[in-house]
């Protein structure tokens, strides 16, 4: 079945760690996203690309960083700049219309 | 950046009653609204868009009404269910390209 899998679904990190969330989508999608979601919380934007080898900074990108060497794949790294890492990441994807996400990975700093 | 609020953080329904819940947004050349419900712990989904040549839209039990005038979405929810039950976020984008997203609604079917 087409759709977006990010991996892992849970993750716990010791502070000054970096972690690297994974994101892969195979419906061919130009356009993919990381989100961040706090609690009670909207989605707050991190990066975005929307073509191969190119991506842009959302408005909360500091202490992030992501790569697109790979239309269906976009990994975020969360480094240890991040102050405060602990959140819901949600990658999504798009062709020009609605986002679809996948099912989040839900990251603990210990 | 750009600002999409919710009037109501919780709304609480009683089963079969209609919901509806608004949003307001702050970008007037915003082109594209989407509404997404997300339940605890998974991502969100999509549920119905609209774009801003329309000021309606009605998918299966739901509405969308687009006020441009005032900047304002909302979705209805005819006879609701609790399966419903969930938060609800409205999203605004611009030429295809950032989606921002309001703060969300929560939404609580009594039985």
């Known amino acids: 079945d087409g759709g977006i899998t990010q991996s892992p679904k849970y993750l716990f990190r010791k502070e000054g760690q970096n972690v690297t969330l994974s994101c892969e989508q195979n419906?061919?999608?130009?356009?993919m996203y990381w989100y961040r979601q706090d609690p009670g919380q909207g989605l707050r934007l991190i990066y975005y690309?929307?073509?191969?080898?190119?991506?842009q900074k959302g408005d909360i990108a500091e202490g992030y960083s992501v790569s697109r060497e790979k239309k269906e794949s976009f990994p975020l790294t969360v480094t240890s700049a991040q102050k405060n890492p602990t959140a819901f990441y949600l990658c999504?994807?798009?062709?020009?219309?609605?986002?679809?996400f996948g099912e989040g990975s839900r990251l603990t700093v210990l | 950046g750009e600002s999409v609020g919710l009037h109501l953080p919780t709304l609480s329904v009683q089963e079969g009653d209609n919901s509806i819940i608004n949003c307001a947004y702050s970008?007037?050349?915003?082109?594209?609204f989407i509404w997404y419900k997300q339940e605890s712990g998974k991502g969100p989904q999509f549920i119905i868009d609209?774009?801003?040549?329309?000021d309606k839209r009605q998918g299966q039990r739901v509405t969308v009404l687009l006020n441009k005038t005032v900047k304002h979405l909302s979705l209805q929810i005819a006879a609701t269910q609790p399966g419903d039950s969930a938060v609800y976020f409205c999203?605004?984008?611009?030429?295809?390209?950032?989606?921002?997203f309001g703060s969300g609604t929560k939404l609580n079917v009594k039985p």
């Open positions: 999203a605004e984008n611009l030429n295809f390209n950032k989606f921002y």
């Open positions: 970008n007037s050349a915003s082109d594209y």
């Open positions: 419906l061919n999608h130009d356009a």
């Open positions: 999504a994807s798009s062709n020009g219309g609605e986002l679809f």
């Open positions: 690309s929307q073509i191969v080898n190119d991506f």
């Open positions: 609209i774009r801003s040549n329309m």
